[in-house]
């Protein structure tokens, strides 16, 4: 692998997973082992989601800032940035091939099996070696090597194409924290009097493109100027008297419009969409004699609405059109509520606003716990274990002002002597009743409960990963699909319901199993899903994890009017990442949830009652 001084974020990232693979490859089978190639692998996450360049980060002396980044990776990247390589890598990463890390890039292709794949089938050249990867499993010749077979060569071959089919498209929460940080900026300029985003990103939509953003100013000139200067960007792409645009190191394109303020009203609708939206806003506004633009509202000759409404808008003789501050006098002059952006899809939106029908959408803040934490107490998990401790992960939630949480570590794996499994959650139950005793009636904690739980594998045949007697040891639990994702329709839901069925297996997790712009979500009859789930007390999750947005807001709304009941959770692994309720609950916005469709939103005497185990 290459290595240079000028990197970017998803240049170190991919340099720092080429090393967790050396290690996983060349290392022996030990604890060791296993936790520097974690430790890898949670830095290069860290990097590849941060949205400041880790090289401006250096320079600044800010490494410390990037979590998962601690002395000796620090002290590497320094001498990455600083010479161009790190001695130590190029010891680790000589003699393997680089292929591998090539294919490395596509999903389900781990360390060993790519290193596998080029060393039996003969690719050495990195350039091109998921194309040769391609070729030769369309030939067949995957399925004739040790270890694979027809399926897994399928399977190869579908996530091959998958890569070249994606468009470079970015995940809502980290297009979110660059945006947030651009308008930070332009928020400092005094000649800034509104900045928001636009488009699907203030939508919320699970990931977005091109980043765009408004600003009220009556100094368009200055604005622009100012936006261009942005520190953190790689090139301006265009600059223009009311626009511009800029490029960042990851390449990320960020447009910029700036309108004065008491047309901004307008241009925040026009531009927040969505497409379909706006046509359906459009028509209804021409039966009634009016015709919208970016610009405002302007009177058709055969109008049915009085004017007399539009007497407290600014009215612009020239151009004969009203022009509007702010959405809600927008959508007002309609004769319509004002509509949350999450909803803007056309989707009976305009026709609940009219009526004064729309829902009261759940806010971040309505949440009162968090169900589904991983802390480092468990070892030798089913999958990747947490990185801080229950202590630090409750500490933060008091910081959060929740009531009570939910710790559902992976369960241990199935392969482990019962009598092993079952020692290790008796001490984990053990500690979670003295940190819930050393809690109570202690001031300025808020957190009143930490509840036993696991995040619990269901099997391709719906059986759970855990012995029978093991669930004696758990308030209550998760259950979620990891593995065998392509199973028939009728096959999915047998094994979703069976594994829902011990009355403890209370939540089901990241329902569908999607990973956005990698993996599509599992088949499954969701109306016979919903109607178990309704009629047994099952609650589904809307997981808010990265790249999960998981269940996605088509089947939140379906789930809603079936009745099923929600939670929305973060599935951290680390205490830094419990901010990341935000993305959660705006899928269930987009969903049309209210605060009383999410379980978590009840506090904690309610909650108890609600749990019902």
């Not at 389900?108 to 070696?129: C, N, P, Q, S, W």
């Not at 004969?320 to 501050?325: H, L, M, N, S, T």
């Not at 997790?509 to 047994?536: A, L, Q």
């Amino acid at each position: 692998m290459r290595m240079h001084k000028e990197m970017t974020n998803a240049e170190v990232a991919r340099l720092l997973r080429g090393v967790a693979a050396a290690y996983e490859i060349k290392g022996k089978d030990s604890p060791n082992t296993r936790f520097r190639v974690i430790a890898y692998e949670r830095a290069a996450d860290s990097i590849e989601r941060s949205t400041v360049e880790v090289k401006d980060l250096w320079e600044d002396g800010k490494l410390g800032q990037v979590p998962g980044i601690g002395t000796s990776m620090a002290e590497y990247l320094d001498e990455l940035f600083k010479t161009g390589k790190v001695r130590h890598f190029e010891k680790l990463l000589d003699s393997l091939p680089e292929a591998m890390f090539e294919l490395l890039d596509i999903p389900g292709i781990g360390a060993k099996r790519a290193y596998k794949l080029v060393k039996e089938l003969g690719i050495t050249k990195a350039h091109g070696a998921s194309e040769k990867l391609l070729r030769l499993a369309e030939k067949g010749r995957i399925r004739t090597i040790e270890g694979f077979g027809e399926q897994s060569e399928k399977e190869i071959i579908d996530a091959i194409q998958g890569v070249y089919r994606k468009t470079k498209r970015f995940l809502l929460p980290f297009a979110t924290e660059v945006a947030e940080n651009i308008l930070e900026y332009l928020r400092k300029n005094p000649r800034v009097k509104r900045a928001d985003p636009l488009g699907s990103l203030r939508r919320c939509v699970s990931s977005v493109g091109d980043v765009d953003i408004s600003v009220a100013s009556d100094d368009p000139e200055e604005v622009i100027k100012y936006f261009t200067a942005y520190k953190n960007k790689s090139e301006v792409i265009e600059s223009g008297e009311h626009t511009a645009s800029i490029l960042l190191p990851n390449g990320m394109q960020i447009d910029l419009m700036v309108q004065p303020p008491d047309t901004y009203g307008a241009l925040l609708q026009h531009f927040t969409g969505s497409k379909e939206h706006n046509v359906a806003l459009r028509e209804y506004a021409l039966k009634k004699g009016m015709s919208l633009s970016e610009y405002g509202i302007r009177f058709l000759q055969k109008s049915k609405v009085q004017k007399s409404k539009f007497k407290s808008q600014n009215y612009n003789a020239k151009l004969k059109i009203y022009q509007f501050a702010d959405e809600k006098s927008f959508y007002n002059s309609l004769g319509m509520e004002w509509i949350p952006p999450e909803l803007r899809e056309n989707q009976g939106e305009i026709e609940a606003s009219i009526e004064g029908e729309l829902p009261s959408l759940v806010e971040v803040e309505d949440i009162k716990g968090d169900l589904h934490l991983h802390s480092n107490f468990l070892k030798d998990t089913s999958h990747d274990e947490g990185a801080n401790s229950i202590e630090s992960m409750v500490e933060e939630a008091d910081r959060l002002g929740y009531e009570y949480l939910l710790f559902t570590e992976h369960n241990p794996k199935i392969d482990e002597q019962e009598e092993k499994i079952m020692d290790v959650l008796r001490r984990k139950k053990e500690y979670i009743d003295k940190t819930n005793y050393s809690r109570e009636n202690r001031s300025g904690k808020r957190v009143r409960k930490v509840f036993n739980g696991l995040e619990i594998d269901i099997r391709p045949d719906g059986e759970v990963a855990l012995p029978d007697r093991a669930w004696d040891f758990l308030d209550f639990a998760v259950v979620s699909v990891h593995s065998s994702f392509r199973g028939s329709r009728d096959k999915q839901t047998k094994r979703i319901l069976r594994g829902l069925e011990h009355p403890k297996a209370k939540i089901l997790g990241h329902p569908t199993g999607r990973r956005i712009g990698e993996r599509e979500g599992i088949e499954v009859d969701w109306g016979e899903v919903f109607e178990f789930c309704k009629t047994n007390d099952k609650w589904l999750e809307i997981n808010s994890w990265w790249d999960r947005l998981d269940l996605p807001d088509i089947l939140v709304c379906q789930a809603i009017k079936v009745g099923v009941k929600l939670v929305i959770s973060t599935d951290s692994h680390a205490t830094d990442q419990m901010v990341l309720m935000r993305y959660g609950v705006s899928v269930a916005r987009r969903g049309w949830a209210e605060k009383g469709d999410i379980v978590n939103t009840l506090g904690y005497n309610d909650f108890t009652k609600e749990v019902r185990i």
